[in-house]
């Protein structure tokens, strides 16, 4: 991961998804080149053990060995996106593999070491190495943050989403405003036609009117208050999540959001 020697006071949600990509990466190219020479490796000494010959008494295990080395060899292979779940998922995996491995052929290897003695060391020097780059793999998901990594890239298209919900939701409240405002202004009309005849019937009738006229009002004032405050809240949480994620990678950002304003 590359880290921005320059602190940054304020940005907005599209700067700061600018940022994140040029400044914040996880690579892990050193780490999968070591897998893939550990595992070319591997798989030559199995070979070189498939290769020899030996007597009667070990081909029983030399066969089984091989077969469970060949089942293991096969299962290494790194998922397509390196995302945390899917790279947790891969080191726990092949680590229970190789640990299992270990356990069922033991007493196979044992036997073997007796004519094939160099080739097993071989292969277990190769395993050893696999062991090792796959636990780094699971160290680096860790230390280089990946996990935070991916929360900030996916609460910024949340946030990006969000807009354009938004956007819809100001077009269906336009559109009721517009609604209520047309009937505010036949009331208004009726209330004046009312107002010039002396009839408590209609009187009555007038209170009535005035009454959902006022009830109108509210309601298109609390359509408002409540747009307003769902958006606040939402970029509020949102960005007090995102400003300390963006902290556990060591950057002191103020994320600047028109919404809040």
Not at 83 to 108: A, I, P, V
Not at 137 to 145: A, D, L, P, S, Y
Not at 207 to 218: E, H, M, S
């Amino acid at each position: 991961m590359k880290f921005f020697k320059k602190r940054t006071k304020e940005l907005t949600i599209p700067q700061l998804s600018l940022f994140m990509t040029k400044n914040v990466e996880f690579i892990l190219d050193k780490e999968v080149l070591e897998l893939k020479k550990a595992k070319i490796s591997l798989n030559s000494a199995i070979k070189e053990l498939e290769s020899r010959k030996g007597s009667r008494k070990t081909s029983t295990p030399k066969k089984s060995y091989l077969s469970q080395i060949k089942s293991f060899h096969k299962k290494i292979t790194l998922p397509k996106e390196f995302t945390h779940s899917k790279l947790n998922k891969f080191t726990e995996e092949r680590l229970n593999s190789l640990k299992e491995f270990s356990s069922n052929s033991s007493k196979d290897s044992i036997k073997l070491k007796t004519e094939f003695k160099s080739e097993i060391r071989t292969i277990e020097r190769n395993l050893s190495w696999l062991n090792y780059t796959i636990k780094i793999i699971k160290v680096e998901i860790t230390n280089r943050k990946l996990k935070t990594i991916e929360d900030i890239h996916s609460r910024i298209k949340n946030i990006n989403n969000f807009n354009l919900s938004r956007n819809d939701k100001i077009k269906r409240l336009q559109k009721e405003k517009s609604k209520l405002i047309d009937k505010e202004a036949e009331f208004s009309k009726r209330i004046d036609k009312l107002r010039k005849v002396n009839n408590p019937t209609v009187f009555k009738e007038l209170n009535n009117i005035i009454k959902q006229l006022d009830q109108i009002t509210k309601e298109l004032i609390k359509v408002s208050e409540q747009e307003d405050t769902i958006e606040k809240n939402y970029f509020k949480k949102e960005i007090r999540k995102l400003e300390s994620d963006l902290k556990k990678l060591g950057y002191d950002i103020r994320i600047k959001n028109a919404a809040m304003d």
